[in-house]
């Protein structure tokens, strides 16, 4: 114990094992002639992942897509165990849970899907069932999240200093309800508008570092392979512009509580990974908060690792749209398929698969053909073009110190090459950007992936520079 306070707390650090089971882990206590021994059944080793974020990491497997056949299927996944975090908060760092809503648990379709935005995660499940597939050794997994929340309440107070977050714990910054969007609006009536749908801004804790102080921090004595986090829905209209600096803040603030928590047993820079956001219906089209919080996910960097978030990976999600999701469109059913990008990262960044591809192409050369009027892009990867529509891509075109976004068709494309038509403007090109809108594209249906089919090309704006022109 670090304090100088007395406690009844102990601590034993057993080296690592090699991952199997079950085992029966034996304590004993001698107290003069007096024998206390304490016994825990069915003990299996094996790697640990928390999962966090808000309502899209909170969603059951009773509320997904296929939910009955995922329900049931659980009898060969005995040695993926869950537990689920209770939804508590805390104005002071605790040193233990307060309440669990799922110790330990093997899987049943009774505490897979417990009910609406309770327990277990389906994201995180998915995520550890596809690791057993790949891995066959035991799979434990915590799910610490709430609806509904800005990425302060998961923050230490150091984290929102570091990023000089406004201290706004004790008031309420005002957010708009989401307005019910086409298709989730049943009545023609003028009153329809004001029926908010489920909305994920404003159900959870709003004062900073709660959740952190209650249900992230008092699980930092756990040794963790690493963490997988879905978050940033409620920051499209709050703190937007920080988000760039507080999600790798947070990242590394929680790397280094988990381990010292946990003795240093739990990797410094343990693996991190996130889902990219995804869609919903918005009237509004030209309303950026998502495209720009997708862009800060990554730290502005548009795709993971990268400097500023080393051993990080990243599912995106921006084609997996849910128009008519009975929780309202920003909570889109079709969780397996999010769960398998991520486990395709944590493959490659967390266990190190190689030569395996968990990230759709992005271009790594932009050229500006002037005279031509086009513009190539070359990508990282082999591309497979899906849809050619006259939108997903824009440019920046300026003229007369004033600047617009205008569509860029595509006017040809081979393996690893795209160009655009620039004909639209006739002022000069600055910038161009894909899939820079709140809904990029139908189901699985963007304009670029790589050449397997099934990962989408990310979102991305960059500059175009003017040299030798």
């Not at 910054?173 to 009153?191: A, D, L, T, W, Y």
């Not at 928590?261 to 950026?288: A, C, E, I």
């Not at 730290?299 to 993971?304: I, K, L, Q, R």
Request: aromatic share 12%; glycine share 6%.
């Amino acid at each position: 114990m670090h304090s100088d306070e007395p406690s009844n707390t102990w601590m034993v650090v057993l080296d690592p094992m090699k991952p199997g089971g079950p085992f029966e882990v034996m304590a004993q206590q001698t107290l003069g002639t007096m024998n206390f021994t304490l016994r825990v059944h069915d003990v299996l080793f094996g790697d640990v992942w928390l999962c966090s974020g808000q309502s899209n990491m909170q969603m059951t497997v009773s509320q997904i897509f296929n939910a009955s056949k995922e329900l049931s299927d659980t009898a060969a996944y005995q040695s993926v165990r869950i537990f689920s975090v209770s939804l508590t908060q805390s104005e002071e760092e605790l040193d233990d849970l307060t309440e669990v809503d799922l110790s330990w648990s093997k899987p049943t379709a009774g505490n897979l899907g417990h009910g609406n935005f309770t327990y277990m995660s389906a994201v995180c499940w998915l995520f550890g069932r596809y690791l057993y597939d790949t891995l066959q050794y035991p799979i434990g997994l915590v799910s610490s999240s709430w609806g509904g929340t800005y990425i302060e309440v998961w923050s230490s107070r150091r984290t929102l200093k570091a990023c000089g977050v406004p201290n706004t714990r004790d008031e309420r910054v005002g957010q708009p309800g989401i307005k019910p969007m086409r298709n989730e609006c049943n009545s023609e009536e003028s009153s329809c508008p004001f029926r908010v749908v489920p909305s994920v801004r404003v159900t959870g804790p709003t004062r900073h570092s709660v959740l952190w102080n209650a249900m992230i921090y008092p699980l930092q004595n756990m040794t963790l392979k690493g963490v997988v986090w879905y978050q940033g829905e409620s920051n499209a209209d709050y703190n937007r512009d920080l988000y760039t600096c507080m999600f790798p803040e947070l990242i590394e603030d929680w790397r280094q509580t988990f381990h010292y928590g946990s003795q240093g047993q739990t990797d410094r820079f343990f693996p991190f990974g996130f889902v990219q956001l995804s869609s919903y219906m918005l009237k509004n089209s030209s309303d950026y908060g998502f495209p720009e919080i997708r862009w800060h996910q990554t730290a502005d960097f548009g795709y993971v690792p990268n400097p500023k978030m080393p051993n990080t990976f990243m599912a995106v999600a921006i084609d997996l749209c849910d128009r008519d999701s009975p929780f309202g469109s920003i909570h889109p059913r079709d969780k397996q398929t999010v769960a398998y990008r991520l486990h395709l990262g944590a493959r490659a960044v967390a266990y190190g698969e190689k030569n395996l591809t968990f990230q759709g192409p992005l271009p790594k050369k932009i050229e500006l053909l002037a005279s031509n009027g086009l513009l190539n892009l070359v990508y990282d990867q082999e591309i497979q073009v899906q849809m050619q529509d006259n939108k997903t891509f824009e440019i920046s075109c300026c003229s007369d110190h004033q600047c617009k976004w205008l569509p860029a068709p595509v006017n040809t494309f081979s393996t690893q090459t795209l160009i655009l038509d620039l004909n639209a403007c006739l002022g000069t090109v600055v910038a161009v950007r894909y899939a820079w809108t709140t809904w990029p594209c139908e189901y699985k249906q963007c304009a670029v992936y790589h050449t397997s089919s099934i990962l989408p090309a990310p979102p991305f704006i960059a500059q175009i520079s003017h040299r030798g022109i």
